[in-house]
């Protein structure tokens, strides 16, 4: 195979190191004492230059943070200004340790948006472009020649002064475009580690887990890339190969040049153990690198697995059919952006296979290392893309970006049994950057990606989502369908797939679904929904995603509640059970994120589809997929987030229970409603639906499965029989919502009554909360209940407050001039 590198802009010295990730048993996570700065400086003196004597001046302002952090931790959201796009500055004191004699000083970046130079003192180091590759950056001569400096190092107390510049700069040269779907952020949003490495050392281990189709035999073969800037000519690897339960199965020790790359170790392993969905078994090499006393410890783990795309037929995974029960993710989280720490990954990635998901597509970049291995540990079967998304086809260095990536995350992923496909891009069919769209140029490069994609690795496939003159070059391909949603019915979701596989050597549908405001609910969810053409197609077409003008479709004229959209997704379950040449399905997205081209949503500047809020909280849509899913026994009555429900007094209203159960039985009022039992085909709700009579005021609906593992859900509800006329007034109560570090949480809730005080139950005006005093609104999180600006969900509103233990008022208003703001006191 054939080693494509990217070398890094190192000003000192004249090592180069890959891209992949430096693998030590010397590692730190730099996670604190770290200072940033908004904005730029006039040059790299000013992170570094001492006060004046008797002097406490500091100018700049800079201001403590703890790693991972991101430039737009609440601003990507805020619902009054675009996101920051610029400069950033991260400035610490490292305390250097290295255990080695000559060893090597290096800093791991896991990914820093988007463009990123690093400093030691006052000299430049190094630089990188893109802002999701994993790279890393030798300090080792800076470091010494800092050291070599007492007065230096008596200033900074024996410490080396680290600087990082990050700028997320808008450039049309760069990838991901800026006409993207989500934003483009910045800072150092992943972990940042220092490393130390002996003289020579393992860059990265490339390991080759190959089944034979019969699935009895496989061959594994392990190969190691060096850095080795003293060109050191003899070590000796010791590589120890264990089973998932941790048995020894490989013991060799062999004299290695280790220049370039190098085979460690062949072999043929009889009755692997398998690595699938449901049990992924993972075997771990350990390889320790000795030279002149020193050694270095590198541990990878594989798995043997055999996958199949079947030509206009299902995906096999080890000689069975698989349906790829999928979703997407972005780095993207409620109050951090992208600087996800590794318990709120593992917590996303927990929730995700609790929801049955086998499968996910990593839109639209390549993400943490973290992920893909829990992907591993999960079996979670993974698409991988880089950011080639949207604008069009920029210039030389576009294209030299797009190619390093691609080559940087097979190298940096290779070894993730989880990992089956490469995206070369998204949507690039889709122009505008640039005063150029040539689609014969498009094809051109996405032949390029494809060669290089199989070049670097022949063992998985490459794919695209949505580019239909692209659609021949790529091994798999997605187009676009997302019926019910940005055009026709979801009752053409079957034809239209069908129509699409047809087209193509191996298909799968990535991206499907739409947009819900969580806790907004409706008695009639296809209200204005009558003039929406069926059996037209289902293709997103140019402006589909505005909510303005165009055709009838549902994401402009729905009403965007979860009443809807379970519906929706409750019919593409139910039919791709039927679907028996479908590779699968990937829902878009699991959970909501930020994009600066969606201002007037709901919730401003969120994309709603995901099925779990952007703080992980599950919309009703989630239940639905566990009951389709999920094998662990669950029950859900619809409506949790719905706490009034409306209608005529003795009117029959439908009741939807979700659950993955045999036969589950209702009770609506101390009355029993009989016992159904579950048929995936029996829309909706697998046949759980029962009309039932409500009384006016509170009711109790009780849930229960019948069987040898009962499990129950109970919901209790009022029930509203009068009419309301035209908002007239906002009524607002403050729920206590337990304790935290910094002071007491209470929610300010607010309901639309017209002048009567009956509730408005289906207004969706903007409610906007401001506060003054002590406390401080819990806002900009990107959530139903976290933003200051946010439509009401069946005319209530709410949001958290911090009370600092202090005193603020609270205002609420909304966007009827007639209605009066009303203040809350806490």
């Not at 808008?170 to 483009?184: K, Q």
């Not at 290392?369 to 604008?391: H, K, T």
């Not at 303005?548 to 994401?555: D, H, K, V």
């Not at 779990?612 to 009703?620: A, C, G, S």
């Amino acid at each position: 195979m054939k080693r494509l590198i990217y070398t890094l802009c190192l000003i000192i010295g004249c090592a180069t190191l890959s891209e992949a990730k430096v693998l030590t048993g010397h590692k730190t996570r730099l996670t604190d004492n770290w200072l940033y700065l908004r904005g730029d400086i006039g040059n790299i003196w000013e992170a570094v230059r001492p006060a004046a004597p008797g002097s406490s001046e500091c100018v700049p302002l800079w201001t403590p943070v703890t790693l991972p952090h991101c430039f737009n931790a609440t601003d990507a959201v805020d619902p009054d200004m675009n996101y920051y796009q610029g400069p950033g500055w991260y400035k610490t004191l490292l305390d250097i340790q290295n255990p080695y004699p000559n060893g090597r000083i290096l800093l791991d970046f896991e990914g820093a948006g988007q463009k990123t130079e690093v400093y030691i003192y006052t000299t430049r180091v190094a630089s990188h472009i893109g802002g999701y590759d994993e790279w890393t950056a030798d300090i080792t001569e800076a470091v010494q020649a800092f050291v070599s400096t007492p007065e230096c190092v008596q200033r900074f107390g024996g410490k080396v002064p680290l600087s990082i510049r990050c700028d997320n700069s808008r450039d049309a040269e760069m990838i991901p475009s800026d006409l993207s779907d989500f934003n483009v952020y910045g800072g150092l949003y992943r972990y940042l580690n220092l490393a130390y490495v002996p003289e020579v050392s393992i860059d990265r281990v490339q390991i080759d887990a190959v089944l034979d189709k019969n699935l009895k035999k496989a061959t594994l073969a392990v190969q190691a890339f060096f850095y080795n800037p003293s060109d050191i000519r003899k070590t000796t690897a010791h590589i120890i190969v264990k089973s998932p339960s941790g048995k020894i199965i490989l013991n060799e020790e062999k004299e290695v040049m280790p220049l370039g790359k190098a085979s460690l170790l062949t072999a043929n392993i009889q009755k692997p153990e398998l690595w699938s969905d449901e049990d992924p078994a993972l075997y771990t090499c350990e390889i320790t690198l000795h030279h002149n006393g020193q050694e270095q410890k590198a541990i990878e783990r594989f798995g043997f697995r055999h996958f199949e795309f079947v030509e206009k037929g299902p995906f096999r995974l080890n000689g069975s059919r698989l349906l790829l029960r999928g979703t997407h993710r972005h780095e993207d989280h409620a109050g951090v952006g992208a600087a996800m720490t590794e318990e709120q990954m593992r917590a996303e990635m927990t929730l995700m296979k609790e929801m049955g998901v086998n499968f996910i597509r990593l839109g639209h970049y390549q993400q943490s290392d973290i992920i893909l291995s829990l992907c591993d540990e999960l079996g979670i079967l993974v698409w991988e893309e880089i950011p080639w998304c949207r604008g069009g086809l920029g210039g030389e260095q576009y294209q030299a970006q797009a190619k390093r990536m691609l080559t940087n995350m097979i190298h940096t992923h290779y070894n993730h049994p989880a990992v089956i496909i490469w995206g070369l891009g998204n949507e690039n069919d889709w122009p505008n950057d640039f005063p150029e769209f040539d689609k014969g140029k498009i094809r051109s490069f996405m032949k390029e990606l494809h060669e290089l994609a199989h070049q670097s690795d022949d063992s998985r496939v490459t794919a695209i989502r949505r580019c239909d003159f692209c659609k021949d070059i790529v091994d798999v391909y997605s187009p676009s369908i997302w019926a019910g949603w940005y055009r026709g019915i979801f009752t053409d979701y079957k034809n239209a797939s069908f129509h699409e596989m047809q087209q193509v050597k191996h298909f799968f549908h990535a991206e499907w679904g739409g947009d819900c405001h969580a806790r907004r609910h409706a008695e009639d969810p296809f209200i204005n929904l009558d003039k929406i053409e069926a059996g037209k197609g289902a293709d997103e077409r140019a402006g589909d995603a505005s909510l303005y003008g165009g055709n009838a479709r549902a994401s402009k004229d729905g009403d965007w509640s979860e009443s809807y959209m379970v519906r929706l997704i409750d019919w593409h379950l139910k039919e791709q059970e039927t679907m028996d040449w479908l590779t699968g399905a990937a829902y878009w997205p699991f959970k909501d994120f930020s994009t600066p081209v969606r201002p007037e949503n709901p919730v401003p500047y969120v994309n709603q589809k995901g099925v779990v809020e952007r703080d992980l909280t599950p919309k009703e849509t989630y239940y639905v997929f566990q009951s389709y899913w999920a094998k662990k026994p669950m029950i859900h009555i619809y409506g949790h987030t719905w706490p009034i429900r409306w209608g005529k007094p003795e009117e029959m209203k439908e009741i939807l229970v979700y659950s993955n159960c045999p036969q589950v039985e209702l009770i609506v009022n101390g009355v029993p409603q009989g016992i159904k039992k579950r048929n995936s085909q029996d829309y909706p709700a697998a046949g759980l639906h029962w009309n039932c009579k409500l009384q006016a005021g509170e009711n109790t609906v009780i849930a229960l499965s019948k069987g040898k593992a009962v499990v129950a859900d109970t919901l209790r509800f009022v029930y509203e029989t009068r009419t309301w006329g035209k908002p007239a007034q906002l009524q607002a109560k403050v729920t206590h919502c337990g304790g935290e570090s910094s002071g007491d949480i209470s929610m300010v809730e607010v309901q639309l009554t017209d002048a009567k005080g009956v509730p408005c139950l289906d207004a969706v005006n903007y409610i906007e909360f401001g506060l003054a005093g002590d406390g401080q609104l819990i806002e900009n999180q990107g959530t139903s209940t976290g933003s200051r600006k946010v439509q009401a969900y069946n005319g209530r509103a709410a949001i958290r407050v911090d009370k600092r233990k202090g005193e603020s008022v609270v205002s609420v208003r909304c966007d009827i001039p007639e209605v009066k703001t009303v203040f809350v006191r806490l």
